[in-house]
């Protein structure tokens, strides 16, 4: 049996609490009295994208990240299925709307694939603040 450095981690897996600790301080830092930072599509930005699980498809679908936000130190995202023929456009009190309470979730702790989506709002993020 080979002998590996890492024993707990033989593939290499990289740690990715950097990149997540560097993206939740730049929203946390750039949300201001709105308390999230607005990401749709028509903004003329790079679009985020997302991932995650959705039980009325029993699979992962890509979904457009609408909005980011820092809550109790804890990244989370507003995410949009992308399969719809209509582009949803939200205004600033549908972020804080008690309905879209449901579509804020947790990047680490739900069924969001934590992995691409964290490094797609890393990589686009910046275009945003």
Same mark, same amino acid.
């Given at each position: 049996?080979? #002998?590996? +450095?890492?024993?707990?981690?033989?593939?290499?897996?990289?740690?990715?609490?950097?990149?997540? +600790?560097? #993206?939740?301080?730049?929203?946390? +830092?750039? $949300? !201001?009295?709105?308390?999230?930072?607005?990401?749709?599509?028509?903004?003329?930005?790079?679009?985020?994208? !997302?991932?995650?699980?959705?039980?009325?498809?029993?699979?992962?679908?890509? $979904?457009?990240?609408?909005?980011?936000?820092?809550?109790?130190?804890?990244? +989370?995202?507003?995410?949009?299925?992308?399969?719809?023929?209509?582009?949803? #456009?939200?205004?600033?009190?549908?972020?804080?709307?008690?309905?879209?309470?449901?579509?804020?979730?947790?990047?680490?702790?739900?069924?969001?694939?934590? #992995?691409?989506?964290?490094?797609?709002?890393?990589?686009?993020?910046?275009?945003?603040?």
């Amino acid at each position: 049996m080979p #002998v590996y +450095e890492d024993e707990k981690n033989p593939m290499r897996i990289p740690d990715l609490s950097p990149m997540y +600790e560097a #993206v939740r301080d730049l929203v946390k +830092e750039n $949300q !201001g009295d709105k308390g999230y930072i607005d990401c749709q599509p028509s903004l003329g930005c790079d679009i985020i994208y !997302g991932m995650m699980y959705d039980d009325d498809y029993g699979a992962g679908t890509e $979904q457009y990240v609408y909005g980011v936000r820092v809550i109790d130190d804890e990244l +989370e995202v507003l995410l949009e299925p992308i399969m719809r023929t209509y582009r949803v #456009v939200y205004k600033d009190e549908d972020f804080m709307n008690s309905d879209n309470e449901n579509k804020w979730y947790s990047l680490r702790w739900s069924d969001v694939y934590y #992995v691409p989506t964290i490094f797609n709002i890393a990589e686009c993020i910046q275009e945003y603040v």
